[in-house]
C-alpha cells in the first residue's frame, strides 16, 4: 500500500538534494571543524557556509546564526538567555496556544520562582494585541510568541508584536519552527531578537536546529563547555546535520513563492472537498492568515483518534495535533484556548502538506474521508442525535 503522508508538521522526508549534500561528511570528511589541522579547516569552511545558508533563509548575518540540536533546544535557549542576562527580570510572557517546547519550558521555569502570563486568542487562533500590551511590565524578561502555530497554521502579526514591544527593554522571541521556508521570514524588517528553526520541519534531518541572536544583544549560553558556535553553544558540531541544514534552507528560499502558491492549491482543495462531502466540519483557524500547508478541521460528534487509525489503514498519514503532545488523553490546548465546541475538539484532525505531496493524493483523502466519517458516526451515539453531556 502507497503512503500517503499528510503530517508534515511533526516532521518532513529529507530532500534528495539534502542527502546529497550531507553523504560526504557522513563517510569521508569526519574531521572535527574545530581541529587546526587542514582536515578539520576544511569543515569549518563548509559549516560557515551553511550558516550563511541559514541566515539567507531569514534575512540575518551569518554571524547571527547559532547552530542547535534542535527547534526544542533553540527555544530553551532564548528564554534562560533572556533571564540570564537580565537576573532582576522574572516574568515572560507568551501565549495559550505555544508548542510545548515554550509552554511546559515555562512552567518549569514558573515553578523556579518565575512568574508568566499566557496570552489569550480569539476563535480564529488569532493573538488578543491589547492583552499583550497590557502585559509587559518593568519585570517583563521576554516576550515569546510563535510566527505560526503548528496544529492550526494561524500566523501571529510579528511586525506589530515587534511595533508594540519597541522600547519596552523585552527580549523578543519567536519559535518559527513552522514558518520558516514557508512563508517569507526577515528578520531586518521584523525587528526580533531571538528567532528559532528545527531542520527537520524543512527536509532537513532531525537533530539539528538554529537560534538567530540578534546582533548587539547580550546573550548567555544554554549548553556551557567549550568554544564551539564562538562560545555560543558548546559541543562538538553536527557537521553532516549542519550541511543538510544549509541546503535545505537554500532550497527553501529559491522555492518559497512557488511552493507556497501551489500548497496553498493543495490545501484549499482537501478544505473544500472535506467541506463539500462531510457534514457538520469545521476549520479551525478559518478567517486567520495561515499556513499555504496546513488545514486543521473538526468532524462534529467523533472521535479524532478513530479516524486516524481509520485513515491509516488507507495508508493516510495525518495528526490529531502536535507530535509532542501525542499520547495525552487531553483535548488540544490549542483548541481549548480558541474555545472550539466539545462536540467538535475531540474530532480533530490536522493534514499538514509538504511539496512533496500530489493533487493525486489529495483526491485519494478526500475520497476516503466521507465513508470513514459515516461509518464513526453511525456508530457515535451523538452522532446519531443524542446529546452530549
Given at each position: ?24 561528511y557522513l563517510a569521508g570528511l569526519y574531521g572535527n571543524p574545530s581541529s587546526s589541522h587542514r582536515f578539520g579547516s576544511r569543515l569549518r569552511k ?146 526580533l531578537d531571538m528567532l528559532s528553526i528545527s531542520g527537520h520541519k524543512l ?187
Open positions: 500500500m502507497k503512503t500517503i503522508y499528510l503530517d508534515n508538521n511533526a516532521t518532513t522526508r529529507i530532500a534528495p538534494e539534502v542527502r546529497k549534500a550531507m553523504t560526504p563548509d559549516t560557515e557556509e551553511a550558516r550563511a545558508k541559514v541566515a539567507a533563509l531569514i534575512g540575518a548575518e551569518p554571524e547571527e546564526v547559532v547552530f542547535t540540536g534542535s527547534g526544542t533546544e533553540s527555544d530553551n535557549t532564548a528564554l534562560m538567555s533572556a533571564l540570564e542576562c537580565s537576573p532582576k527580570k522574572r516574568h515572560l510572557i507568551t501565549t495559550k496556544v505555544e508548542h510545548p517546547a515554550v509552554l511546559n519550558f515555562i512552567s518549569h521555569l514558573a515553578r523556579k520562582g518565575c512568574t508568566a502570563t499566557y496570552l489569550p486568542v480569539d476563535g480564529s487562533g488569532r493573538l488578543d494585541m491589547k492583552e499583550l500590551i497590557k502585559s509587559v511590565g518593568k519585570d517583563t524578561a521576554a516576550v515569546s510568541i510563535m510566527y505560526a502555530n503548528n496544529e492550526t497554521g494561524v500566523i501571529f502579526p510579528m511586525a506589530e508584536i515587534a511595533e508594540a514591544l519597541r522600547g519596552r527593554g523585552v527580549v523578543f522571541h519567536t519559535d518559527a519552527v513552522q514558518a520558516a521556508g514557508k512563508v517569507r521570514v526577515n528578520v531586518k524588517e521584523t525587528p527536509h532537513a534531518p532531525k537533530g539539528v536546529g538554529a537560534l538567530y541572536v540578534r546582533k548587539g544583544l547580550q546573550f548567555h549560553p544554554y549548553i556551557i563547555g567549550g568554544h564551539q558556535e564562538s562560545g555560543r553553544r558548546a559541543g562538538t558540531e553536527n557537521v553532516a546535520s549542519i550541511i543538510g541544514l544549509g541546503r535545505a534552507c537554500e532550497l527553501a528560499l529559491e522555492r518559497l513563492e512557488k511552493d507556497s502558491v501551489y500548497l496553498k492549491g493543495l490545501r484549499d482543495r482537501l478544505e473544500s472537498e472535506i467541506i463539500r462531502r462531510c457534514p457538520d466540519v469545521r476549520v479551525n483557524g478559518a478567517g486567520a492568515e495561515r499556513l499555504p500547508n496546513t488545514v486543521n478541521i473538526s468532524f462534529s460528534y467523533i472521535d479524532g483518534e478513530a479516524i486516524l487509525l481509520k485513515l491509516d489503514k488507507e495508508g493516510i498519514c495525518a495528526s490529531s495535533g502536535s507530535a509532542c503532545t501525542s499520547g495525552s488523553v487531553e483535548p488540544s490546548h490549542v483548541l481549548r484556548a480558541m474555545a472550539v465546541p466539545v462536540e467538535a475538539i475531540q474530532g480533530s484532525i490536522r493534514f499538514s502538506l509538504s511539496c512533496y505531496n500530489t493533487e493525486a493524493e489529495i483526491e485519494v483523502a478526500a475520497d476516503a474521508l466521507p465513508g470513514i466519517i459515516k461509518e464513526l458516526r453511525d456508530l457515535s451515539p451523538y452522532g446519531r442525535g443524542e446529546k452530549m453531556c
